[in-house]
């Protein structure tokens, strides 16, 4: 019996080697006979939670749009692992921070090693000096105090927010084509219909067209009522920024519709003639409007993470409740506060040799901007933005964005952004970004010219 039990066993004169474990054995005059009867594979079962999954991320059309981007970059790295791959699609910074501003975040790390210099959480809303310096360096004649400033760990966690504070109950209009993350955080806290797949859009969404047919400004007379208007410029991803006029109007169709306006200026520091830098150079703006801006690409310090958001204490909803104080409880509960660190950064930029070191790096991008809009213009393209920001808006018409996107990446080792990531009236343009090393700008250009000459 202790010779069955090996892993090789001799059954009527041969040798078996079976893995099956025997059901039963049972001996013979000259030998055993085992039997084998098959045993269903367990099936495992993965455990479920009895939490239902909230409907609204199931209504989110595919990923978001720059982590696909990012993986069909390193999805063309594994099929090119020798190709010098540029990236001028997500806008992230490139250039080195300026180091007046490096040397106060320095400073102050420093100090946190001190009993003198150190300190734990702070004001939600931020350090008192530096929404000093914010109220003063960009609202100095326009009557926004500091105690309207909240600092932030950057512009989008603002809009998200912004959305937490409104609730689900709203309506609101976004700019088309416009940054994904209005109408992304729209969809997830309920304020949307159903994506309309024939016209590629969310229902109880008012899209309000910009294009070069209407100089990349909404027709309000075409525009339905809506509780909250997105507003972003300069704008992301065409470019454009919108006039004093065209600012006027938009703040008056707020007034008249009884509409909160979230003016998004995170790239006002890029603006080169006399459009306005905040909304709140437009009179009136104080009652209707809220206003997001960033560091990020004032500073070139998209890691840092440091933004601020304005909220007049003019600002009131129907009842006459301030909408500065509901937005203060959600900071409160949601945020602790901004790294100190960045903080401190945060104050180095608003010094007199901080800000001028703000205008060096965005005026390298600039620069890039400006050759890029030149190469394609050059190969018959036409082409928006560039001028008033980091971001050139090219037409390919007829073609799909994402073709454009494919072909460019494929033929050039060049990362765009397709246009219809921003939305359906998107489709036919590509965005390049302007942040990149001078060396790869030039490069990428001179790929482009090879490609479409």
């Given at each position: 019996m202790s010779s069955l039990m090996s892993s090789s066993s001799s059954f009527l004169g041969q040798t078996h080697f079976d893995s099956r474990t025997p059901n039963a054995c049972l001996p013979t005059k000259d030998s055993w006979i085992c039997k084998y009867v098959a045993t269903p594979a367990t099936e495992t079962t993965a455990h479920m939670t009895k939490v239902s999954r909230n409907a609204n991320m199931d209504k989110l059309q595919?990923?978001?749009?720059?982590?696909?981007?990012a993986r069909r970059r390193s999805a063309h790295m594994l099929k090119y692992p020798e190709a010098q791959v540029i990236s001028l699609g997500i806008g992230d910074t490139t250039e080195p921070i300026p180091e007046v501003i490096t040397s106060?975040?320095?400073?102050?790390?420093?100090a946190l090693s001190t009993?003198?210099?150190y300190s734990g959480y702070g004001a939600e809303q931020g350090e008192k000096q530096l929404r000093a310096a914010i109220a003063s360096t960009y609202y100095g004649d326009l009557s926004i105090e500091e105690s309207d400033i909240f600092v932030s760990d950057g512009a989008k966690s603002d809009i998200s927010r912004l959305q937490v504070m409104f609730g689900s109950n709203v309506t609101m209009a976004v700019q088309e084509p416009s940054y994904p993350a209005y109408v992304d955080s729209s969809v997830i806290l309920g304020q949307t219909g159903q994506f309309q797949k024939d016209v590629e859009k969310y229902g109880n969404i008012e899209y309000m067209k910009c294009n070069p047919e209407n100089g990349f400004f909404p027709d309000l007379s075409t525009v339905s009522r809506t509780d909250i208007i997105f507003f972003c410029s300069p704008n992301n991803p065409t470019g454009n920024a919108a006039t004093r006029e065209q600012l006027t109007r938009l703040v008056q169709f707020a007034k008249d519709n009884g509409s909160i306006l979230v003016y998004d200026s995170a790239y006002a520091m890029y603006i080169s003639d006399d459009s306005p830098r905040s909304i709140f150079e437009i009179p009136g703006a104080k009652e209707v409007a809220i206003e997001v801006s960033s560091f990020s690409k004032y500073a070139g310090s998209t890691g840092l993470a440091?933004?601020?958001?304005?909220?007049p204490k003019e600002l009131l909803y129907s009842d006459g409740?301030?909408?500065?104080?509901?937005?203060?409880?959600?900071?409160?509960?949601?945020?602790?506060?901004a790294s100190n660190i960045s903080q401190a950064g945060g104050l180095a930029?608003?010094?007199?040799?901080?800000?001028?070191?703000?205008?060096?790096?965005?005026g390298v991008y600039k620069e890039n901007a400006n050759i890029i809009m030149e190469a394609f213009t050059s190969l018959g393209f036409s082409v928006y933005g560039g001028k008033n920001a980091p971001y050139v808006w090219v037409h390919f018409p007829g073609q799909s964005s994402w073709d454009v996107f494919s072909?460019?990446?494929?033929?050039?080792?060049?990362?765009?952004?397709p246009g219809s990531g921003f939305g359906p009236a998107g489709d036919g343009f590509i965005r390049v970004s302007a942040f990149g090393h001078r060396g790869t700008v030039l490069e990428a250009?001179?790929?482009?010219?090879?490609?479409y000459k």
């Amino acid at each position: 019996m202790s010779s069955l039990m090996s892993s090789s066993s001799s059954f009527l004169g041969q040798t078996h080697f079976d893995s099956r474990t025997p059901n039963a054995c049972l001996p013979t005059k000259d030998s055993w006979i085992c039997k084998y009867v098959a045993t269903p594979a367990t099936e495992t079962t993965a455990h479920m939670t009895k939490v239902s999954r909230n409907a609204n991320m199931d209504k989110l059309q595919a990923g978001y749009l720059f982590p696909e981007i990012a993986r069909r970059r390193s999805a063309h790295m594994l099929k090119y692992p020798e190709a010098q791959v540029i990236s001028l699609g997500i806008g992230d910074t490139t250039e080195p921070i300026p180091e007046v501003i490096t040397s106060g975040m320095a400073k102050k790390a420093h100090a946190l090693s001190t009993l003198e210099g150190y300190s734990g959480y702070g004001a939600e809303q931020g350090e008192k000096q530096l929404r000093a310096a914010i109220a003063s360096t960009y609202y100095g004649d326009l009557s926004i105090e500091e105690s309207d400033i909240f600092v932030s760990d950057g512009a989008k966690s603002d809009i998200s927010r912004l959305q937490v504070m409104f609730g689900s109950n709203v309506t609101m209009a976004v700019q088309e084509p416009s940054y994904p993350a209005y109408v992304d955080s729209s969809v997830i806290l309920g304020q949307t219909g159903q994506f309309q797949k024939d016209v590629e859009k969310y229902g109880n969404i008012e899209y309000m067209k910009c294009n070069p047919e209407n100089g990349f400004f909404p027709d309000l007379s075409t525009v339905s009522r809506t509780d909250i208007i997105f507003f972003c410029s300069p704008n992301n991803p065409t470019g454009n920024a919108a006039t004093r006029e065209q600012l006027t109007r938009l703040v008056q169709f707020a007034k008249d519709n009884g509409s909160i306006l979230v003016y998004d200026s995170a790239y006002a520091m890029y603006i080169s003639d006399d459009s306005p830098r905040s909304i709140f150079e437009i009179p009136g703006a104080k009652e209707v409007a809220i206003e997001v801006s960033s560091f990020s690409k004032y500073a070139g310090s998209t890691g840092l993470a440091l933004g601020w958001t304005a909220v007049p204490k003019e600002l009131l909803y129907s009842d006459g409740f301030p909408v500065a104080k509901d937005f203060n409880r959600i900071v409160c509960t949601t945020f602790n506060v901004a790294s100190n660190i960045s903080q401190a950064g945060g104050l180095a930029c608003l010094s007199p040799e901080g800000l001028e070191a703000m205008h060096k790096v965005v005026g390298v991008y600039k620069e890039n901007a400006n050759i890029i809009m030149e190469a394609f213009t050059s190969l018959g393209f036409s082409v928006y933005g560039g001028k008033n920001a980091p971001y050139v808006w090219v037409h390919f018409p007829g073609q799909s964005s994402w073709d454009v996107f494919s072909e460019i990446l494929e033929k050039t080792h060049v990362v765009t952004t397709p246009g219809s990531g921003f939305g359906p009236a998107g489709d036919g343009f590509i965005r390049v970004s302007a942040f990149g090393h001078r060396g790869t700008v030039l490069e990428a250009c001179k790929r482009f010219k090879q490609l479409y000459k």
